[in-house]
């Protein structure tokens, strides 16, 4: 089935040249008309199945992206692909916030707008032939920019619980080099995320499952590279694929990632639904952390599927969570108690917390935190609203060399 897509443009020469080079190509239907700005979420609302629309932001550039966000906020169907002569990265940076999947400078290189829409019908292909049925899962990044925190231990210990409420878990250690996930649950890795990454464009279910390795509490893990120095062999571009195919076969896809903020870590932070972002209350890692969400603001990470998590908590007259909420500007989503024995003695023998301790302080306020995650899906638009389903980073990040001046 030929791919239609549709041009959204005011006298756009460069639309034009772009509809004569694609009518050339049988893989796509080009709809023959340029639809202007005020008529375009008109037409596209009355189309069904997957679309792209192309707008080029040329003429008005306010008022494209506006109807840029409007088509991807409302009709999830639609895949944008947004064109300009503007290199300025800023206003790439405002396409990619408006939901632009794809980005295309003119004049237009041919080869990479033809790679462009290839990347899209991928992943389109790539939903539709889902076994959930089309259903996308939730990708929940756990994050800190701060070692020493705690993430591994959150992120194993939600994967385990995620898994004993009946959903189907994937836990990805995103640590690329020195990665502890596999450690933390004691289980043998044959296969990497380096071997995945190595046949990125074939993967198909049998391979996803046999680069999985199970653990006893049902969560399914893709482990972090055998030697350290193959990190740098996997590319921002091989993660956005293996996230989407994850989130096509997992209820729910669980990244540990690294401390460090790079191109990788802004695209999980972008294609995830939820960030956990842990640290705790002490004066070293509350400044941390509050360095970390200037930095996502800058960015444009979506601050409402942030979630700011305090690990070993302990209460304090010298410091109140609500001072430090003053402090963060971020409410605390949740508090884990300070119970290390437990957590490390879970640790020691490859066990979740709930399967070494079940009745233990740290285990219940797991079980609390798994339930306000769920709840958090439920009832909190998580997974609605512009970030659900879009994929509008991928692809378009991992090309954003510009970004490397907004992570300094």
Not at 127 to 148: L, Y
Not at 341 to 364: F, H, K, Y
Request: charged share 25%; hydrophobic share 40%.
């Amino acid at each position: 089935m030929k791919l239609p897509i549709y041009l959204i443009g005011e006298d756009s020469l460069a639309l034009a040249s772009l509809r004569q080079q694609l009518e050339k190509e049988p893989a796509f239907f080009i709809e023959p008309r340029v639809h202007n700005y005020a008529d375009a979420f008109d037409h596209l609302r009355s189309k069904s199945g997957p679309i792209v629309a192309v707008i080029d932001l040329n003429r008005d550039e306010e008022r494209a992206l506006a109807v840029a966000a409007e088509i991807k906020f409302k009709l999830s169907n639609v895949h944008l692909v947004m064109t300009s002569p503007d290199h300025d990265p800023q206003t790439l940076l405002r396409a990619m916030r408006s939901g632009a999947e794809e980005y295309l400078t003119q004049p237009f290189n041919w080869q990479e707008v033809l790679k462009s829409f290839d990347h899209i019908r991928k992943k389109i292909d790539v939903h539709s032939s889902s076994g959930r049925g089309g259903e996308r899962g939730k990708i929940i990044a756990v994050s800190s920019n701060k070692g020493g925190v705690g993430s591994t231990t959150l992120a194993t210990n939600l994967a385990s619980n995620l898994a004993g409420r009946n959903k189907s878990v994937c836990l990805v250690d995103l640590v690329l080099q020195f990665g502890s996930v596999t450690s933390f649950l004691n289980i043998e890795a044959s296969y990497t995320i380096l071997d995945l990454a190595k046949n990125v464009k074939r993967i198909d279910p049998l391979l996803l499952d046999g680069s999985l390795v199970k653990h006893s509490s049902g969560v399914r893990v893709l482990a972090e590279p055998f030697y350290a120095e193959d990190a740098r062999r996997i590319t921002p571009s091989d993660i956005d694929e293996i996230l989407d195919v994850l989130a096509q076969s997992f209820d729910f896809v669980v990244v540990d990632t690294a401390k460090e903020f790079d191109e990788m870590l802004a695209l999980v932070l972008d294609k995830a639904s939820l960030v956990l972002f842990v640290t705790e209350m002490d004066v070293p890692s509350l400044k941390s952390a509050h360095r970390a969400f200037e930095l996502l603001e800058r960015m444009g990470i979506y601050d409402k599927k942030i979630r700011l998590i305090l690990n070993r908590y302990v209460k304090s007259k010298l410091m109140s969570l609500e001072s430090v909420e003053k402090a963060l500007g971020v409410k605390v989503f949740w508090t884990l108690p300070n119970n290390y024995p437990t957590a490390i003695a879970a640790v020691n023998q490859g066990l979740s917390i709930e399967e070494s301790d079940p009745r233990s302080d740290i285990a219940s306020s797991y079980a609390g935190l798994t339930s306000a995650v769920l709840e958090a899906f439920k009832y909190s638009g998580l997974g609605t609203t512009r970030e659900e389903d879009e994929d509008k980073k991928s692809g378009f990040l991992s090309r954003l060399i510009p970004m490397r001046g907004l992570l300094k």
